[in-house]
Nanobody
Framework: QVQLVESGGGLVQAGGSLRLSCVVSGRTFSDYAMGWFRQAPGKEREFVAA????????SYADSIKGRFTVSRDNVKNTLYLQMNSLKPQDTAVYYCAANHNLAKATMAGQYDYWGQGTQVTVSS
């Protein structure tokens, strides 16, 4: 069983930055490709970013490209999402997810394990 715990969310003004973390335990972290998703009230969960097992390959949603950066530290068993130039429309609960087979999966159904989420609120 794999456990994922996100942290780093909070309230920030538009234009500000936050760094989310996701600590993974229970299995070998480097065996899993990882992703970030977000869900705003009344909306479906949407893909944000993904990273391959060793971090050599990444993919991003168009809405955040150039502002967010996904990375991982396989020694610390931690996934990161650096979010810069935040906008009010980035407000959502952010989830990290793990999957065993697909390097840069962009669909929620392709992920096997999920964290509980961390709230990010961007004020205008």
């Amino acid at each position: 069983q794999v456990q994922l715990v996100e942290s780093g969310g909070g309230l920030v003004q538009a234009g500000g930055s936050l760094r989310l973390s996701c600590v993974v335990s229970g299995r070998t972290f480097s065996d899993y490709a990882m992703g970030w998703f977000r869900q705003a009230p009344g909306k479906e969960r949407e893909f944000v970013a993904a990273i391959s097992w060793r971090g050599r390959s990444t993919s991003y949603a168009d809405s955040i490209k150039g502002r967010f950066t996904v990375s991982r530290d396989n020694v610390k068993n931690t996934l990161y999402l650096q979010m810069n130039s935040l906008k009010p429309q980035d407000t959502a609960v952010y989830y990290c997810a793990a999957n065993h087979n697909l390097a840069k999966a962009t669909m929620a159904g392709q992920y096997d394990y999920w964290g509980q989420g961390t709230q990010v609120t961007v004020s205008s």
